[in-house]
């Protein structure tokens, strides 16, 4: 897609510090990391979000997501590492190409994500469940 940030790395086009890459994905080194070793996993075909991308395709973007993680943790010297996947401007998506990042991590590096969870209503989680089972196709 012209413009596309992504699918200029994928090209080529812009320079990146690459990591792993084949025909179909390309990892790369994000430009402002939330710490040294923050990497991005991309398919090179552009899908916006996780809802785009069909299950196979992310799939194979997931294949060298271990091998990925490994070798920032070890070469990093992390703590720990998060998975993070944005989708949409509201939950964080600034780049509208779908992608992975993998964040090492340490217990210093004051980052966190302030998740105030709630709760449900009685009843509410199993209407829920229903109308997700029904959009989901499967016969209950
Ligand atoms: P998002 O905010 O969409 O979840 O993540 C997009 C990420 O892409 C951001 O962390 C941002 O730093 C990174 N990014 C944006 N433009 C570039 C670029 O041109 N090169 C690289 N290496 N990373 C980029
Ligand atoms: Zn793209």
Avoid at 76 to 89: D, R, V
Wanted: proline share 6%.
């Amino acid at each position: 897609m012209t413009g596309c940030v992504f699918c200029k790395i994928a090209r080529g086009e812009i320079p990146a510090c690459k990591l792993l890459e084949d025909d179909e994905k390309v990892s790369f080194l994000d430009s402002n990391p939330l710490n040294p070793g923050h990497t991005l996993v991309v398919p090179k075909k552009h899908y916006e979000t996780v809802m785009d991308i069909p299950g196979k395709e992310l799939g194979k973007l997931m294949e060298i997501v271990p091998a990925l993680a490994r070798a920032i943790f070890n070469v990093t010297k992390a703590e720990g590492l998060n998975l993070f996947q944005t989708n949409k401007p509201c939950a964080g998506q600034t780049v509208p190409h779908v992608h992975i990042h993998i964040i090492p991590r340490n217990s210093r590096d004051g980052f966190s994500f302030g998740w105030r969870q709630g709760r449900y209503k009685e009843g509410e989680m199993e209407g829920l469940r229903n109308e997700l089972i029904k959009a989901l196709g499967v016969k209950l």
